[in-house]
């Protein structure tokens, strides 16, 4: 095994064990003060450290591990959503968290207000570093390109083409984030009320039909090649995947809208949330089982054959 291939393989490894931080928060602290509303209500606990470390540790892993193709567009644009789950919390109403006093103006729902100067800064240094960020992609891939039309000249025309290739994917997933960056920038900027009330929800939403749309195009057509198999199980496996997150996501949406998110045991809400983690590692399992064997998962595909007469140093 190759330090990349070591790498890679712990990077799928630690994904998972984001969702299992989270379950194991949530079970220490139900056992301490009860069972909550939602998964989400876990911010105002003790958990709160865990849940929003993991989820930014989640979405970095899942940026780099993003692949190819669609679905590398997909899952980069689930992994910048990914953060505006950890660090805009759920409104709560006066009572649903033990011990945190809610005083809303208007509505039954809000942010205490205790926490609000948290949210500010989480989200200006999301977008600023998300900023900063796209502008290094870009000005790296401009250099890639440019260097590997200089170092690679009088290669053949696969590799040529292959170099470019790595280029525009850089590329895509920088339009991608940005896109996503201007959306949440355009919200907190004009709409902070609205931004406030709904940005979680809607950016779990997002989130778990990105990971839904994976799984189809996975289902629908999965990519091959050396390492990456393309059973027929597999494929099935995707597709029950897909149904199974899209009927979870109507039901706890339809939940919410209709102001039955919490008012039965088993809270909706919790059990939705819950059953999409649920499925999150299910498609994390099969997406490791699918690549687990790519023998050059980050660059194979991207990067052109040396020339022939040139030594690799």
Do not use: K
């Amino acid at each position: 095994m190759t330090a990349l291939e070591r790498t890679y393989r712990n990077g799928r490894i630690a994904i998972g064990g984001t969702v299992v931080l989270i379950g194991i928060a949530v079970v220490v602290t139900s056992a301490r003060g009860g069972v909550l509303g939602s998964i989400s209500a876990y911010y105002y606990t003790p958990a709160r450290n865990v849940l929003v470390g993991s989820l930014l540790a989640a979405a970095v892993a899942i940026l780099v591990l993003s692949g190819r193709g669609a679905q590398r567009a997909l899952l980069d644009a689930a992994a910048v959503v990914a953060p505006v789950i950890a660090l805009v919390p759920t409104p709560v109403r006066a009572g649903a968290v033990p011990g945190v006093a809610v005083v809303c103006a208007s509505g039954d729902r809000c942010l205490p207000e205790g926490v609000l100067p948290d949210v500010e800064v989480g989200v200006a240094v999301y977008l600023i570093a998300g900023a900063l960020t796209v502008g290094v992609v870009v000005v790296l891939a401009a250099l890639g390109a440019t260097r590997d039309r200089a170092a690679w000249l009088g290669a053949d025309a696969r590799g040529s083409a292959a170099g470019q290739g790595s280029a525009r994917g850089a590329l895509v997933s920088a339009g991608v984030a940005a896109g996503v960056l201007a959306v949440v920038a355009a919200g907190w900027m004009l709409e902070r009320d609205v931004f406030l009330a709904s940005a979680h929800v809607v950016a779990a939403v997002v989130f778990f039909g990105l990971v839904a749309a994976v799984a189809v195009v996975n289902a629908v057509a999965p990519p091959s090649g050396p390492g990456v198999p393309t059973a027929p199980w597999l494929r099935r496996s995707y597709g029950v995947l897909a149904v199974a997150l899209v009927i979870d996501l109507t039901v706890t949406v339809v939940a919410v809208l209709t102001g039955h998110a919490d008012d039965t045991a088993p809270p909706p809400l919790f059990v939705g949330e819950a059953v999409a983690l649920a499925l999150f590692v299910v498609f994390w399992v099969l997406q490791s089982v699918q690549r687990w064997d790519d023998p050059d998962p980050a660059v194979r595909g991207s990067m052109p054959p040396l020339p022939r007469g040139r030594v690799q140093r």
